[in-house]
């Protein structure tokens, strides 16, 4: 079945960088987008970034261009989110996506603090 395993979140102070990661399993990586959300309390779940299939076209909300990097790695099976510049407003679990037959499938989060 489809598995999406997150990791790297944690506390950071503004202006910090976290490098998280997103580890797949149960299905094709190499020819599915994927994409990675973020929720902070009392919000929607809202997209971040998305990248294509081979990593050549990539997505990003307005708020996170030019703070933000989504890259793959096909040969891992893995997806990663760069983040620099980070702010308090930053402060969400981050959760991996990937839209496979039809359906949304999630990891199980990794939560990002950005508090000082």
């Known amino acids: 079945q489809v598995q999406l395993v997150e990791s790297g979140g944690g506390l950071v102070q503004p202006g910090g960088s976290l490098r998280l990661s997103c580890a797949a399993s149960?299905?094709?990586?190499?020819?599915?987008?994927m994409s990675w959300y973020r929720q902070a309390p009392g919000k929607e779940r809202d997209m971040v970034a998305s990248?294509?299939?081979?990593?050549?076209?990539?997505y990003y909300a307005d708020s996170m261009k030019g703070r933000f990097t989504i890259s793959r790695d096909n040969a891992k099976n893995t997806v990663y989110l760069q983040m620099n510049s980070l702010e308090p407003e930053d402060t969400a679990v981050y959760y991996c996506?990937?839209?496979?037959?039809?359906?949304?499938?999630w990891g199980q989060g990794t939560q990002v603090t950005v508090s000082s």
């Open positions: 990248i294509s299939e081979t990593g050549t076209l990539t």
């Open positions: 149960g299905f094709t990586f190499s020819i599915y987008a």
């Open positions: 996506n990937v839209v496979w037959r039809g359906l949304h499938y």
